[in-house]
């Protein structure tokens, strides 16, 4: 995610004062550095709706579109997109990530939850595996990106 997505994203969150938005920003900028080490792979699923929602300025928005688009095809990445137009069993209703199999860290409104435990665990991971039926990979993922950024710069 770009800085300035990400600053968007947190002020949108109500999670408090510039201190603790920025302080969040420099930790997911720091989280994302392990991309570019080898031996990682990271699967990301994201809602259609993430691509499209003006919780920034639309330059920002397009900027974040860019680095998502440069983002398919990295070795260290599988991105996978969640049509609105795709088929659900279940809601994307909030961000979580699902470490190594061994912790969860999911998102609500007023906290970053970490949970270690196995039925949390397994849950979150029954949770993945249904909405990644439902989401496109590739040139598919790249399509419906490239959708979302043309409604925000028609010409």
């Known amino acids: 995610m770009t800085r ?3 600053g968007a994203m947190r002020a949108a969150q109500l999670l408090g004062g510039a201190d603790d938005i920025e302080d969040a920003v420099r930790s997911r900028v720091r989280r ?3 991309l570019y080490r080898p031996g990682h792979k990271l699967h990301v699923l994201m809602w259609e709706a993430a691509l499209r929602s ?3 300025p639309p330059s920002v928005l397009v900027a974040q579109l860019d680095r998502l688009t440069g983002l398919i095809g990295m070795d260290a990445v599988e991105l996978g997109v969640i049509p609105f137009t795709a088929p659900v069993k279940i809601v994307p209703a909030n961000g979580f990530w699902v470490l190594d199999g061994r912790l969860v860290v999911a998102e609500e409104w007023h906290a970053e939850m970490w949970l270690d435990d196995a ?4 849950l979150y991971s029954r949770v993945w595996k249904t909405l990644r039926e439902s ?3 590739g040139a598919d993922a790249h ?3 490239n959708s979302a950024r043309r409604a925000l710069n028609p010409s």
């Open 4 to 6: 300035g997505y990400l």
């Open 119 to 122: 039925n949390n665990i397994a």
């Open 135 to 137: 989401a496109v990979y």
């Open 143 to 145: 399509k419906v990106i």
């Open 54 to 56: 003006l919780i920034c």
């Open 32 to 34: 994302q550095e392990w």
